[in-house]
């Protein structure tokens, strides 16, 4: 079964907060590519979810497993 997420990381290379957290299951890629994109157009304003570690913005990135395909014959 495919699954779509979207996942958030500090944007801050230099900071050792290294746990990339699912935010939220889309149905799709598109709608996980679209979200992360209004997430991070969303830290350009002040409404900024802050790293726990450092303090500095989020990264938000869309992720996509795709099941392996079943052959039948």
Do not use: W
């Amino acid at each position: 079964m495919n699954s779509y997420k979207v996942r958030s990381c500090c944007s801050t290379s230099g900071c050792d907060y290294v746990y990339h957290r699912d935010i939220i299951q889309t149905i799709n890629h598109e709608s996980s590519f679209s979200f992360s994109m209004f997430m991070n157009g969303l830290n350009e304003l002040d409404v900024k979810m802050k790293c726990p570690q450092c303090g500095q913005r989020m990264f938000f990135y869309p992720v996509s497993s795709i099941a392996e395909p079943v052959h039948c014959d």
